[in-house]
């Protein structure tokens, strides 16, 4: 990304991996709708990887990166979802995981991830060489909607980029053009879900099965994705966008847009009241949640008197009525702060 966006991206300093941000703090109750279970964190999705990737695991021979390596061997060992694209979700996990969130996410030990490594305090055991997905989320944003918009579309970006280079190593390893059909067959990329078999349920393996998937490869899984990875190390930036073609292009264009956005110092001109929840109130303080339930503010009252002051005209003009009226100064940065968070919000994105 040094190569395709203007700039380095700034660092979401309010998630902090090693000691939870959504562990309850001090004096606080573990409730299940605002905070993540200490042995979970937000490790429960179970994480798709492209041949490449599982290839630049394998290879890692770094010893601190042992006890993460064995868990991608234990995926390939078990042979569920392993195919020359990549190391695929299991069906029973997916179907979990969409019918479950947002209300069991990072809530849930049967849909934790593979990788966890419980023995480090619940560090990632794939973290270098983790997918884009993993790569861009964050409980917490810094510039709030502004970023969460920003990491979402990197994400768009990094997950097609994989999955064309997964296809692009498929296709450049040689497999035969049987296997090949079997990989890719009619409507391959139609959003459709097919329902699950019992043998899926069951995470039963289909040796024969299995073995036509990898065709001319079969038995020789981890030396493909080695050779996957090593094609994909030696590919710049241009060369990545010109395999990944039309559709990479289209989200890199999006991901700078929505970077300059993250960077820009700018204040909205036009502000109204957002349709924020009140999670807690109290004599003093005020807690809200504006753009997500995961990252609420606390505002002092004196602040939340005067949010609905905000009615869709020019931001200065409200700020000079409020100073007026309340005698309340409002900083820029303030401001911009509340617009971040969707506690105000530009009129034209009110619902």
């Known amino acids: 990304m040094t190569k395709l966006l203007p700039g380095p991206i700034p660092r979401e300093m309010d998630t902090t ?11 606080e109750q573990p409730r299940s709708d605002c905070f993540f279970l200490p042995e979970t964190k937000c490790c429960t999705y179970f994480p798709a990887l492209p041949n490449y990737l599982v290839g630049r695991i394998l290879e890692d021979g770094d010893p601190a990166f042992a006890a993460g390596r064995a868990t991608i061997e234990k995926r390939i060992e078990a042979r569920i979802g392993v195919t020359p694209v990549g190391l695929a979700t299991p069906p029973v996990h997916s179907l979990l995981y969409q019918q479950s969130r947002p209300l069991a996410f990072g809530r849930s030990r049967r849909l934790r991830c593979p990788h966890y490594q419980e023995e ?8 270098r060489h983790r997918n884009g997905t993993c790569a861009t989320w964050f409980c917490k944003h810094v510039r709030g909607a502004v970023g969460l918009r920003f990491w979402q579309a990197l994400d768009q970006l990094l997950t097609i980029t994989e999955r064309g280079l997964g296809r692009w190593c498929a296709l450049g390893l040689r497999l035969d053009a049987e296997t090949l059909h079997r990989l890719f067959p009619p409507g391959t990329d139609r959003v459709a879900t097919e329902p699950l078999d019992g043998s899926q349920i069951d995470e039963v393996v289909d040796d024969v099965r299995y073995r036509r998937l990898w065709g001319n490869w079969a038995g020789r899984e981890r030396e493909f994705y080695r050779k996957a990875a090593r094609l994909v ?3 710049t930036w241009p060369e990545v966008a ?3 073609g039309t559709d990479v292009h ?3 264009s999006l991901a700078v847009d929505r970077y300059r956005d993250l960077v820009s110092p700018r204040t909205p001109k036009r502000l109204a009241a957002g349709p924020f929840q009140v999670v807690s109130a109290g004599p003093d303080m005020t807690r809200v949640a504006g753009y997500s339930g995961l ?3 606390d505002l002092p009252t004196e602040l939340m008197r005067v949010i609905p002051c905000f009615d ?3 931001t200065a003009q409200v700020v000079r009525s409020i100073r007026k009226e309340f005698g309340l100064r409002l900083a820029p940065g303030l401001v911009r702060k509340l617009a971040d968070f969707a506690i105000l919000t530009p009129p034209r994105e009110m619902p």
């Open 250 to 252: 289209l989200f890199a």
């Open 233 to 235: 190390d030696a590919l």
């Open 17 to 27: 991996c090693d000691n939870c941000a959504m562990w309850p703090g001090p004096g």
């Open 242 to 244: 010109e395999i990944g």
């Open 120 to 127: 480090t305090g619940g560090r990632c055991g794939i973290w």
């Open 312 to 314: 869709g005209r020019s």
């Open 295 to 297: 990252h609420p503010l």
